[in-house]
């Protein structure tokens, strides 16, 4: 079934929704994103989606072309219409059309794109989250401003198809001999001392929606946890090791470089965060 997805002001068609080959999106990967999750038809942490999306867009001086309490109506709007139940919902916001290629940033009456669809998939009963996942390292080839959610993902793309291609399931990135995070998730280990680690916020990251509601939950958990880089070593030795974000919310991994992660199940740390979060979530969403 076609979805009603969202362009510039209008509910149309999937088929119908058209942007501009001169749209600045597209040319320069000018353009930043969210996804936020979906359960029984309600955001999740959908608050800290937005504050991000506001974040990224100043970073870059994209000035979102509605207000977030616009945003929010559209995101509700679409899960009406297309009757999401489970899954997530895609907003990017380009610096627009500006009719002509320009490396310069283009005038202010120049309106930025914006375009949101939703996206049916299981969260909560996937057998990644079962079963755990199976990662490979590979070098962090990415630009230094990974804490803006810019569309430019070229890198994380090859890192995964990478993966894939070698029969797993996802990459985590090096970076100087130590993780900075996965594809597209936060990277965590849990040491044999029963330590959560997971690397510090800076530019080298994401800094995940999911990583912090985790890390709040953790410490009410009284886990005791160290926001710092890991090397590859550690995670080999590690006793546990996952993954988080809006789409996972805590997938195991099970392996690391072929080289299996304690016994090859699913932890209890990363199977317990991964209930406590998603009651959080079910009982958050709005
Ligand atoms: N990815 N790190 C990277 C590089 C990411 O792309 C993501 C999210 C995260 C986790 O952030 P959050 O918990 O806020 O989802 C960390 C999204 C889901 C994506 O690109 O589809």
Request: one cysteine or more.
């Amino acid at each position: 079934m076609e979805r009603t997805v969202y362009l510039d002001g209008q509910f149309i068609k999937e088929s119908e929704a058209k942007v501009s080959i001169f749209d600045r999106g597209f040319l320069f990967g000018d353009a930043v994103y969210e996804v936020t999750a979906v359960l029984n038809g309600l955001l999740v942490e959908n608050e800290g989606h937005m504050l991000r999306l506001q974040r990224s867009c100043d970073e870059l001086q994209i000035a979102l072309p509605v207000t977030i309490e616009q945003i929010i109506a559209i995101q509700r709007e679409l899960i009406k219409v297309n009757q999401l139940d489970e899954g997530g919902i895609y907003l990017q916001v380009s610096r627009g059309n500006a009719g002509d290629r320009d490396f310069a940033y283009p005038s202010a009456d120049v309106k930025p794109t914006l375009v949101l669809f939703t996206q049916a998939r299981s969260l909560l009963n996937t057998p990644k989250a079962t079963k755990g996942m199976k990662v490979i390292t590979t070098e962090d080839i990415r630009w230094k401003r990974r804490d803006i959610k810019t569309v430019g993902l070229l890198a994380p793309c090859m890192a995964k198809q990478g993966a894939l291609d070698k029969q797993v399931d996802d990459a985590w990135l090096i970076e100087d001999g130590y993780i900075t995070e996965g594809s597209s998730n936060n990277a965590y280990i849990v040491t044999q001392e029963g330590v959560l680690i997971t690397r510090a916020l800076s530019n080298d990251i994401l800094h995940g929606i999911t990583r912090k509601a985790l890390l709040e939950l953790a410490e009410k958990e009284n886990m005791k946890i160290e926001e710092r880089s890991f090397t590859v070593e550690e995670a080999y030795q590690a006793s546990e090791a996952f993954v988080s974000s809006a789409t996972t919310f805590v997938w195991p991994v099970i392996e690391i470089d072929g080289k299996t992660i304690a016994d090859g199940k699913p932890g209890s740390v990363a199977t317990k965060l991964r209930n406590i979060y998603i009651e959080l979530a079910l009982q958050t969403a709005e």
